[in-house]
């Protein structure tokens, strides 16, 4: 039988502006602090984020079958995407994964995980899924790496408050990047 896809042949790539963890590998640098939080999901499917933790059950968070409802404690920050370039942001909500890059910030030969990039695999499906981190040598962001991180406009807080973090025109204009000093 012939080949059912020609060598090299792969789906497309979906363009997101959030990175996530997936089977396999990502990689990426982190390009601004972390905001925290925790999240919760509501019976229309649409996060909420919030500064502290909600003590009593929020009147739109999604209820299991078991009568029972969740929310997480997440980290957001903004990472360059190794594969595409692009400024995006990940939250990561998975404790393991959180663990081991605090493990690697409060590490004294590792420091400042933005000042390195890092790799995430995970194996396994669903629940099941298991992650591991692994930091690459610390290299420096190159200029245009920089210029670029300068130029992507994304506003953390406004996971906050439910507005798209995103300014519809994602990068600055030169004259405005001409006044930001590297």
Same mark, same amino acid.
Do not use: C
């Given at each position: ?5 020609e060598e090299g042949a792969s789906a497309p790539k ?5 990175? *996530? ?24 499917? *649409? ?32 990472? $360059? ?10 939250? $990561? ?7 081991? $890059? ?66 519809? *025109? ?8 001409? *006044?930001?000093?590297?």
């Amino acid at each position: 039988m012939e080949n059912f896809l020609e060598e090299g042949a792969s789906a497309p790539k979906t363009n997101s502006n959030y990175f *996530k963890l997936i089977e396999g590998t990502i990689k990426f640098r982190i390009v601004s602090p972390a905001k925290y939080g925790y999240e919760y999901w509501t019976e229309e499917n *649409k996060p909420v984020r919030l500064h502290e933790k909600s003590e009593k059950k929020p009147e739109d968070v999604r209820v299991e079958a078991n009568g029972s409802w969740t929310q997480k404690h997440f980290w957001a920050f903004k990472v $360059i995407d190794r594969e595409d370039g692009v400024v995006k942001v990940f939250e $990561i909500t998975q404790k393991s994964v959180k663990e081991e $890059i605090e493990a690697l910030n409060e590490n004294t030969e590792w420091g400042n995980p933005s000042e390195y990039d890092i790799s995430i695999t995970g194996t396994g499906k669903g629940l099941d899924r298991r992650y591991t981190v692994q930091p690459s040598p610390r290299k420096p962001l190159t200029k245009e790496e920089e210029s670029l991180v300068a130029r992507t406009e994304i506003d953390l807080d406004a996971l906050f408050t439910g507005d798209n973090p995103f300014n519809e *025109k994602s990068e600055i204009s030169d004259s405005e990047l001409e *006044k930001i000093p590297f």
